[in-house]
């Protein structure tokens, strides 16, 4: 399942249902997942590109924004990247970060058992 772009008229619902999504996910799940979705979040709402869809942030950055160092972002990152919840858009080269894009369809999926924590109207809205 895919989103339409989270841009126009009811984009400000998409973005809240995707975040909604993941919250519920992570407080239905341990710790470690607690901490990966907190980190993912934290990405969206702080850099997140709706309108391109894309992420542009570099890891020191992404790791100031963390509290952690760089190894610790690049194995998250990589986790990320693993559960297909962030897709790599254009590899950062020297001078250039890499660019990411959220891939909502398989966020959605993964997180499909914790929607009904959130409320029956989410999943009208969600479920085609």
């Keep these: 399942m895919q989103l339409p772009r989270p841009v126009g008229r009811e984009a400000a619902s998409r973005k809240y249902d995707l975040l909604s999504v993941l919250m519920a996910h992570a407080l239905a799940g341990d710790k470690h997942l607690q901490r990966q979705v907190l980190r993912l979040m934290a990405l969206v709402t702080t850099r997140y590109n709706w309108q391109r869809d894309e992420l542009t942030m570099g890891q020191g950055e992404i ?9 610790t972002v690049k194995r998250e990152m990589a986790r990320l990247r693993a559960s297909e919840w962030l897709v790599l858009k254009r590899q950062g080269a020297r001078g250039r970060v890499s660019v990411y894009g959220l891939n909502s369809g398989r966020i959605l999926d ?3 058992g914790a929607w009904l924590n959130i409320c029956e109207g989410l999943v009208a809205r969600l479920d085609p």
Excluded: G, I, Y
């Design 63 to 71: 790791a100031k924004l963390w509290s952690v160092d760089e190894r």
């Design 110 to 112: 993964d997180t499909r």
